[in-house]
């Protein structure tokens, strides 16, 4: 039997890159994979390549652009009603923007409202179907351009002042102190079946960057040859969603399958708490409280 053939998956922008591999090699152990994406035409693309590839049929597709909130409200609620439980919840879904500040439906600034608010709200909304789980883990895909950060919760939105790789950087950082405080809290509230780890997947040779413009694209085409495959970018995904040996670590930040120290002096308890409020304020939404 393969090894992960009773075991729900859900892994977010999931039609390129590292989503992709991630999605196609766990249904390849046999799991139940949900593709959440933005594109329905690009979406059943890859749900046909998936099963084609691995000959698991059970590759279901969910619609929702995750920096509009009421579509993940949205989509969270579909995904209700269509699975008992949820084992494992891969955040893969990043972007980086132009070189112009833009908003989102809802008012946020586009890296913030994609890479971290989306992801926020979506983890939230599913928490009730990962507790229905025996085992479940939630992994959220960071990177290590949270070094070339220039955190701020003060100006979060980037309003004063805007940097397309800072603002990426930012985000990813985000990302990993989200991680940190929800292992804290799940601790907290005694739920011990749902872990959540972070990860940083490499250089990872795909579109990534495409829509940034300017010398920023420049730059990331040239460096492109020299970058890892998507193949060998997802590993630490897959690794971190399914290998036992990892089952009960919660809160860790990982590279290449091993766990990595954070060093950024803007990662502390306070910070982070202060993120997940403000987080919750700005979705609407509150979880774990």
């Known amino acids: ?4 053939s009773d075991k729900i998956i859900l892994v977010t922008g999931a039609t390129s890159g590292i989503g992709e591999v991630t ?4 249904a390849r152990q046999g799991a139940h994979v949900i593709l959440l994406a933005r594109s329905r035409e690009k979406a059943a693309k890859t ?3 998936i099963i084609a590839a691995t000959g698991n049929q ?4 969910v619609l929702a652009d995750l920096s509009v909130l009421q579509q993940v409200r949205d989509v969270a609620a579909d995904i209700h009603t269509k699975y008992p439980r949820l084992d494992v919840l891969v955040n893969n879904a990043g972007l980086m923007f132009g070189a112009e500040r833009e908003v989102s439906a809802d008012g946020n600034e586009m890296t913030l409202a994609t890479n971290h608010l989306g992801p926020f709200l ?5 928490l009730d179907l990962l507790q229905k789980s025996p085992a479940a883990r939630i992994v959220n895909v960071a990177s290590m351009a949270y070094r070339f950060s220039k955190p701020t919760l003060d100006d979060w939105q980037s309003e004063r002042y805007y940097n397309p790789m800072w603002e990426y950087g930012n985000t990813k950082l985000f990302n990993i102190m989200f991680t940190q405080e929800l292992a804290q809290r799940l601790r907290a509230h005694g739920i011990t079946n749902v872990t959540t780890n972070s990860l940083h997947p490499g250089a990872v ?4 960057g495409k829509q940034s413009g300017g010398w920023l694209s420049a730059v990331l085409a040239l460096g492109r040859p020299f970058m890892l495959s998507p193949e ?3 590993e630490t995904s897959i690794f971190l969603a399914s290998d036992p040996s990892v089952a009960t670590i919660s809160g860790g930040y990982y590279s290449k399958k091993k766990p990595e120290p954070v060093n950024s002096r803007f ?3 306070e910070h982070n708490r202060r993120l997940w409020e403000m987080s919750e304020q700005q979705t609407g939404t509150k979880f774990l409280s």
């Open 1 to 4: 039997m393969p090894a992960l």
């Open 58 to 61: 059970q590759v279901d597709v």
């Open 232 to 234: 060998k970018g997802a």
């Open 23 to 26: 999605a196609r090699e766990l």
């Open 267 to 269: 990662n502390t308890p």
């Open 205 to 208: 040779a795909t579109g990534y």
């Open 47 to 49: 749900q046909q390549d």
């Open 122 to 126: 979506l983890t939230s909304l599913l």
